[in-house]
């Protein structure tokens, strides 16, 4: 089946670093991925949507500048976290839809997410 | 998207049946049925989906009424390793294909 790895999956940081995730999907090319973070007890997030070869689309009040994506193949986002304070700590998972699964299924395959913790 | 509401927690008795209810009465009629869970500190898992018809495969069935407005996931014989957090969401396909999550069940399997 499809398989979406996600990269590292703990990270420990300093404050005013900057850290990168990486997600890759294994067996299928995904044309769009998908962003997520989810707070201690609380339900998943969309941050934002990743489209290979074009700028991500922010959800309101996530800012671009600080949550940088870049999807540049079809196998691969990247999320890097610049200047992380310690509220950027979080887990950070990522979802990708296989570009070739039927269009109305709209089944996403998730990462196992990134648990960051900003010092 | 259709708004759905599920109960916040529920348990259930290993080996037993686990049915998991959602309301989406507000639902539209092009609009499918998912259902998807999170293992504590993993990432979700699909699990399900239907438009209107009922559907079974390897990991539980879905039993949508006939008027589409509320849904039952059932995993027929439940084991501690289904203990998660379970999500029904209702989405129109081609509409950017981001799923939103509500709060969902929170499923507790006991031996």
């Known amino acids: 089946g499809a398989v979406v790895s996600q990269h590292p999956s703990r990270v420990i940081c300093k404050s005013g670093t900057s850290v990168k995730i990486e997600c890759r999907s294994l067996d299928f090319q995904a044309t769009t991925m998908f962003w997520y973070r989810q707070f201690p007890k609380q339900s998943l997030m969309l941050m934002a949507t990743?489209?290979?070869?074009?700028?991500?689309?922010?959800e309101q009040g996530v800012e671009k500048d600080k949550f940088l994506i870049n999807h540049a193949s079809l196998t691969l986002s990247t999320l890097t976290v610049t200047s992380a304070h310690p509220e950027d700590s979080s887990f950070y998972i990522c979802?990708?839809?296989?570009?070739?699964?039927?269009?109305?299924?709209?089944?996403?395959?998730f990462g196992a997410g990134s648990r960051l913790t900003v010092l | 998207d259709a708004k759905t509401t599920q109960p916040p927690s529920m348990d259930c008795a290993e080996g037993r049946a686990a049915n998991l209810p959602c309301n989406h009465s507000?639902?539209?009629?092009?609009?499918?049925v998912y259902w998807y869970r999170q293992i504590h500190s993993q990432g979700p898992q699909y699990i399900i989906h239907?438009?209107?018809n009922n559907e079974t495969n390897e990991m539980a069935s879905l039993i949508i009424t006939e008027d589409r407005k509320s849904s039952t996931l059932i995993l027929p014989h439940a084991t501690l390793r289904d203990t998660a957090v379970y999500y029904c969401i209702v989405r129109v396909p081609n509409s950017g294909y981001a799923l939103n999550f509500g709060k969902g069940t929170s499923l507790l399997v006991t031996p």
């Open positions: 979802s990708a839809r296989n570009r070739d699964s039927p269009s109305g299924a709209n089944v996403l395959t």
């Open positions: 239907g438009l209107k």
């Open positions: 507000t639902i539209s009629g092009n609009e499918y």
């Open positions: 990743s489209n290979e070869g074009s700028k991500a689309t922010y």
